[in-house]
């Protein structure tokens, strides 16, 4: 059973790039959170999505960010017009709607 | 803003000793997950505690949980170098957010 898979691993824009992050769930799980952790800090949420709806986007910036999951395919976390303060490592989470969430190796964004 | 506050924030030990690693929050929780991240990682799920739990043990793990004084501590024995890592202790209930510290780094030498 694979685990939560994230690509690409790394991704490096310049200033004004679109970035497209992808998530593919445990397989079974229908829950999926995007969270950003910034150097030498903890995880911060950004979004919380199951099957086509969006249940929590309190943690995501108003402006440039968005998120979907859709019914086929996995979760995509976009940023537009990425600025240099973009960078950072973004994980996904899955879950079954219980208390524990199993991440996947995250993508690192670089912003030239 | 932080939920979890970990201390310390950088831990040194050698092999063979015990490394302590103590979280503090700040609302009621329903449960308190503790995960380690290797540099460059993704993150682990190490051990959830609920809140009507006051110790609970896995391997070489043992957690505690004090409700009254909002704080947990993961306790590692006899580490290893494989043990060097960034531990986390997260809180949230059943299907939502995790709401992370900024987490102990623990360097284990050998």
């Known amino acids: 059973n694979a685990g939560v898979m994230q690509n690409p691993r790394h991704l490096v824009r310049r200033r004004g790039q679109e970035a497209r992050l992808r998530c593919s769930p445990m397989?079974?799980?229908?829950?999926v959170y995007w969270y950003r952790q910034l150097p030498e800090e903890g995880l911060k949420f950004m979004v919380y999505?199951?099957?086509?709806?969006?249940?929590?986007e309190s943690g995501m910036p108003k402006e440039r960010f968005s998120a979907e999951f859709p019914k086929e395919g996995p979760s995509i976390l976009r940023i537009q017009q990425v600025v240099r303060g973009d960078s950072a490592a973004y994980f996904c989470?899955?879950?079954?709607?219980?208390?524990?969430?199993?991440f996947g190796p995250g993508t690192r964004l670089t912003v030239l | 803003s932080q939920q979890g506050e970990e201390d310390p924030q950088a831990l040194s030990i050698q092999e063979g000793e015990n490394a302590t690693m103590n979280c503090s929050y700040k609302t009621s929780i329903n449960n308190l997950q503790w995960y380690r991240q290797n540099s460059g990682r993704g993150l682990v799920h190490l051990i959830l505690?609920?809140?009507?739990?006051r110790e609970k043990h896995s391997g070489r793990l043992r957690v505690t949980l004090d409700t009254s004084k909002k704080s947990s501590s993961l306790l590692i024995t006899a580490s290893r170098a494989a043990d060097t890592a960034s531990y986390f202790c997260?809180?949230?209930?059943?299907?939502?957010?995790?709401?992370f510290g900024k987490g102990t780094t623990l360097s284990v030498s050998s």
């Open positions: 997260a809180t949230g209930q059943a299907g939502t957010a995790l709401i």
């Open positions: 999505l199951q099957k086509e709806n969006i249940i929590d």
């Open positions: 397989k079974g799980h229908s829950h």
């Open positions: 989470a899955s879950g079954q709607g219980g208390d524990t969430q199993y």
């Open positions: 505690i609920r809140s009507n739990e």
